[in-house]
């Protein structure tokens, strides 16, 4: 069965390698224009050779088949759900592609300082500070209207930057974007614990995460010629219309009625923080990843400017940057929730910082445009790895206390949000552009060290996400 499987999967494999090896010799400055008509050929050379004899599409059939039996194995109360947060993620990919990629690279072409662009980059994580009250807020009470209604009027925010055409206007808005949308951050995790069983829920997340990258990679194409067409006043605005859509559907999810226990409520951020001192696993993941933070978010306004005023990229450059990131992201999300349900997520965790190194490490070294779409690759695929491996980890520390101990994580991130995007704008100056990024990656690669430590510890311990980290049935996907 493996075998079969294996030489079933040869040709999608081929597809997508050879595509990619052409991205990354054909795009260049001086090719760029010709990268779709290659990528066209090449994708009708495999079709010749692979799609004519039948064997690519048994496979996606066969697969499509496996994941519709899979969905009809389990409650029809989880299948709903997973319906409707499966095509809210599709629509919210559209608006994270418009919108995501390039926030802070409009920042810069208004002509941004370096303090701006690092507020812009430190915004979504220095608006998590106050996650810790969310949590306390949300831990009892029904989560969907802490996920539903901030987004909704976060997104509509957006509209505003239609009337600003100067850098500190624009940056205050996205500042307060980031502040309102970062309220459900903390019950999100603890609804997704709520509508999805232990058994299969990474591989669900992993559907869901699929579509929204699919989505997100059709958007990041056409985004950045968008923006050159029409510029930032009307493709934000018309993002902002497909986030309020994604909250909408979003808001029919059915959340189960809770049943964890009163007594584990708490209340304040003291008595929040009492958890690193109560769990010694979760101290050690939390300074693991205060460290890869620090390092690894004072590269997050470097990049942008290391693609906008080193590399000189358009803003069409940068989409294709940003679609070959969700891209990786795409490929690689089914494959690490799949892999959180059998081995559990601290493997991935440790993977995806060995990845986020090596994207910092491309920089350093390629210091040219295939180096920056290989580190695309490599933050992408650490990124799936990172978010789904961390949601998966919260439930394996606290069952039924995801919302306290992810509020802790994102008020720490808080702080490690702030305090890296400055530092990495501070350091360009002094270190030299290029210098800076390959500090940044050193800094983050040291965090491994305490989350080897947080991972043998659970090991002694014996704990694991509730449920099992196995499939619901063998035949599962």
């Known amino acids: 069965m493996h075998l079969q499987r294996s030489a079933a999967l040869r040709p999608i494999v081929a597809l997508r390698l050879t595509i990619s090896a052409r991205i990354l010799y054909s795009l260049s400055a001086r090719r760029l224009r010709t990268v ?13 050779t692979d799609f004519k004899h039948g064997e690519v599409w048994h496979e996606v059939f066969t697969r499509t088949f496996m994941i519709r039996r899979f969905l009809s194995q389990i409650d029809p109360l989880t299948r709903r759900n997973f319906n409707l947060d499966f095509l809210s993620a599709g629509v919210f990919g559209l608006y994270a592609g418009l919108l995501m990629p390039f926030i802070v690279v409009i920042g810069i072409r208004l002509g941004a300082s370096n303090l701006a662009v690092g507020l812009l980059s430190a915004a979504p994580c220095a608006a998590s500070l106050l996650s810790f ?6 831990q009892d009470r029904p989560k969907l209207p802490f996920v539903v209604w901030p987004n909704i009027i976060g997104q509509g925010l957006i509209v505003l930057v239609a009337f600003v055409a ?7 808005i996205i500042i307060a974007f980031w502040l309102i949308t970062s309220v459900p951050s903390a019950p999100y995790a603890g609804l997704m614990e709520a509508i999805y069983p232990a058994d299969y829920r990474g591989r ?14 059709i958007a990041v194409f056409v ?22 859509l994604s909250s909408v559907i979003f808001a029919r999810v059915k959340e189960p009625a809770s049943d964890s ?6 209340t304040g951020l003291v008595s929040q923080m009492r958890l690193l001192k109560e769990d010694r696993a979760f101290a050690l993941w939390e300074l693991g990843f205060f460290i890869f933070g620090v390092g690894n978010l004072s590269l997050a306004p470097l990049y942008p400017i290391f693609q906008v005023k080193y590399l000189g990229l358009s803003n069409a450059q940068v989409g294709i940057v940003a679609a070959l990131w969700a891209a990786a992201w795409m490929v690689a999300y089914p494959v690490w929730g799949s892999l959180v349900d059998r081995r559990g997520p601290g493997k991935a965790i440790i993977a995806s910082v060995v990845l986020f190194g090596a994207c910092g490490l491309s920089y350093f070294f390629g210091q040219s445009l295939p180096a920056v779409l290989l580190a695309s690759v490599f933050s992408g695929v650490g990124e ?16 039924g206390r995801v919302s306290l101990y992810s509020g802790v994580h994102l008020t720490l991130l808080g702080v490690r949000g702030t305090i890296g995007p400055l530092l990495g704008s501070a350091l360009a100056p ?10 940044g990656a050193l800094v983050l690669l040291l965090g491994l060290a305490p989350m080897l430590l947080a991972l043998k510890r659970e090991d002694r311990e014996g704990r694991r996400v509730p449920g099992g980290n196995h499939s619901l049935r063998p035949s599962a996907v």
């Open 36 to 48: 779709h008509r290659k990528c066209l050929n090449d994708a009708w050379t495999v079709y010749r």
């Open 133 to 138: 009250h969310w949590a306390s807020v949300s």
């Open 166 to 172: 100067s850098p500190w206007p624009y940056t205050a």
């Open 204 to 217: 669900l997340l992993g559907y869901v995460r699929t579509a929204m990258a699919f989505c997100q990679l």
């Open 223 to 244: 985004a950045g010629p968008i923006l050159d067409a029409l510029g930032y006043r009307i493709a934000f605005p018309i993002a902002a219309g497909l986030g309020v």
């Open 261 to 266: 226990p009163r007594g584990y409520r708490r």
């Open 384 to 399: 799936a790895a990172i978010d789904i491996g961390w949601m998966n980890e919260c439930m394996k520390l606290a069952p």
């Open 430 to 439: 002094l270190l030299g552009l290029t210098n800076a990024i390959l500090v």
